[in-house]
């Protein structure tokens, strides 16, 4: 395995780890605003605003650990 393919799997794996947090965080914010007594349409809201932001982070933070290799 060339080098440029191993890190086209290192790329995809990392996408998908990031994928799969913010998947977590923003069920947890849901599920959380939901306990609180928010409807369902509001704790979808807060579900997916925490997934927007916690993928906003963690695609800046992988853009710039590879920016800096």
Request: net charge positive; glycine share 8%.
């Amino acid at each position: 395995m060339n080098t440029q393919s191993t890190h086209l799997l290192l790329l995809v794996l990392l996408l998908g780890l990031v994928a799969l947090f913010c998947t977590l965080v923003g069920a947890a914010a849901g599920l959380l605003a939901r306990i609180d007594g928010a409807t369902y349409a509001t704790a979808l809201l807060r579900g997916a605003l925490a997934f927007a932001g916690s993928a906003t982070l963690s695609l800046a933070l992988l853009t710039f650990v590879l920016t800096a290799l």
